[in-house]
Antibody
């Protein structure tokens, strides 16, 4: 059974960097694409970006200058870094598998506030 | 960017009845269209991909149709657990984009 689990701080100060990790079990990170998707409170879903195990990435153009997604094959994990955060980055962040998002983590609420 | 527009925003249907949800793309996405269900406080769940293929474990009462720019999700006989938010998503063009969602409420 494929499982994804997000981890990281739930509170980040404005202008600082949001860092999250997704740990994958039941599947190898060296297959498929792996993505981050976020959902601001009460709003719709937004694709942040994805990474392939080889390191190929693609980012949402609206976030491209601030976002980095990386992969750690040895730990079967992938990570999200989003810098210079503002209140607009407050959201539930999900990690998912594939472009059709067939498996999701439970999500982690990240609040940007001082 | 491909804009996905869902209608209606809220749909009121009685249990046991049929629900029909619509999704329109601002440009053709072929059949690279997925539907998700999201219950309160939960992560979305994949229902349909390829516009019409049910994901593993999804009941047969869920069906999808359409191609190009017009898509439909039909739930043939609503069960209590089906009242949730449904979102469509295109994966034909990067940036993958979602519709704003249709909330299915009990009538």
């Amino acid at each position: 059974q494929v499982q994804l689990q997000e981890s990281g701080p739930g509170l980040v100060k404005p202008s600082e960097t949001l860092s999250l990790t997704c740990t994958v079990s039941g599947d190898s990170i060296s297959s498929y694409y792996w993505s981050w998707i976020r959902q601001p409170p009460g709003k719709g879903l937004e694709w942040v970006g994805y990474i392939y195990y080889s390191g190929i990435t693609n980012y949402n153009p609206s976030l491209k200058s601030r976002v980095t997604i990386s992969v750690d094959k040895s730990r079967n994990q992938f990570s999200l870094n989003l810098n210079s955060v503002t209140a607009a980055d407050t959201a539930v962040y999900y990690c998912t598998r594939r472009s059709i998002a067939d498996y999701w983590g439970q999500g982690i609420l990240v609040t940007v506030s001082s | 960017e491909t804009v996905m527009t869902q209608s209606p925003a809220t749909l009121y249907v009685s249990p046991g009845e049929r629900a029909t949800l619509s999704c329109r793309a601002s440009q053709s996405v072929s059949t690279n269209l997925a539907w998700y269900q999201q219950r309160p406080g939960q992560a979305p769940r994949l229902l349909i991909y390829g516009a019409s293929t049910r994901a593993t474990g999804i009941p047969a009462r869920f069906s999808g149709s359409g191609s190009g720019t017009e898509f439909t999700l039909t739930i043939s006989s609503l069960q209590s657990e089906d009242f949730a938010v449904y979102s469509c998503q295109q994966y034909n063009n990067w940036l993958y984009t979602f519709g704003q969602g249709t909330k299915l409420e009990i009538k």
